[in-house]
Structure formats: structure tokens, C-alpha cells
Nanobody, 120 residues
Framework: QLVESGGRSVEAGGSLRLSCTASGRVYSSSVMAWFRQGPGKEREFVALIRWHSASELLADSVKGRFAISKDKAKNEVYLQMNGLKAEDTAVYYC???????????????WGQGTQVTVAS
């Protein structure tokens, strides 16, 4: 089970840090990712990180503004979001899978999502 937190309303240019807490064991082969779905849009990839290494990947739309990190001792993954824009408004989902992939269907476990609203 994955539980996201940290979403709220923020003004453009502001920052937020989202957290994702995984209950149960996260295997070393796991990949943790963030996806988002904006109003009227399809779900899109944001960032991923391998559980056993520092390997990570960010979507072009968030490079230079967002960062993904993890705390293995806490079984948590974070998404630090800086320089937020109105187009970042979305429900943000945490996901766990075993493939180093930007495709949502390759992730088998999902959180319930947390709403981020950026006011312009």
C-alpha cells in the first residue's frame, strides 16, 4: 500500500514537497515513481527512482524544477517541487513497480493521490 501526502494549494512560483509512504517491504528491485493527472488530461509520468540505487529519471516538463528522492529507512519517496506553475496543477500519484519505465501500466501498486493546485 502507498499513501501520498503533502498536496495543497500554492501560488505560482512556490514550492511543495510530496511524500509517499510504502507499507510493507519495498524490494531492492523496485522502482518508485510519481505520475500526475491534470484536469481533463491523461495521467502522465513525472519522475522515478530505483530503490537500490541513485538512478532516477525526470520528465522534461519538470527538469530543473522537481527532484525525486527516497529514504529507505522510512520506506518513503519524496517529490520536491519548486518553481510551481499553473500547469503543474494535478492529482499526484505515487506508484511502485519493477520496471524502469515511464509507462503507467507497468506499475502494479498505486496510492490514492494527493491534490496539488497552483494558483496563477
Amino acid at each position: 500500500q502507498l499513501v501520498e501526502s503533502g498536496g495543497r494549494s500554492v501560488e505560482a512560483g512556490g514550492s511543495l514537497r510530496l511524500s509517499c509512504t510504502a507499507s510493507g517491504r519495498v524490494y531492492s528491485s523496485s522502482v518508485m515513481a510519481w505520475f500526475r493527472q491534470g484536469p481533463g488530461k491523461e495521467r502522465e509520468f513525472v519522475a522515478l527512482i530505483r530503490w537500490h540505487s541513485a538512478s532516477e529519471l525526470l520528465a522534461d516538463s519538470v527538469k530543473g524544477r522537481f527532484a525525486i528522492s527516497k529514504d529507505k529507512a522510512k520506506n518513503e519517496v519524496y517529490l520536491q517541487m519548486n518553481g510551481l506553475k499553473a500547469e503543474d496543477t494535478a492529482v499526484y500519484y505515487c506508484a511502485k513497480g519493477s520496471q524502469y519505465s515511464t509507462r503507467d501500466w507497468e506499475y502494479t501498486t498505486w496510492g490514492q493521490g494527493t491534490q496539488v493546485t497552483v494558483a496563477s
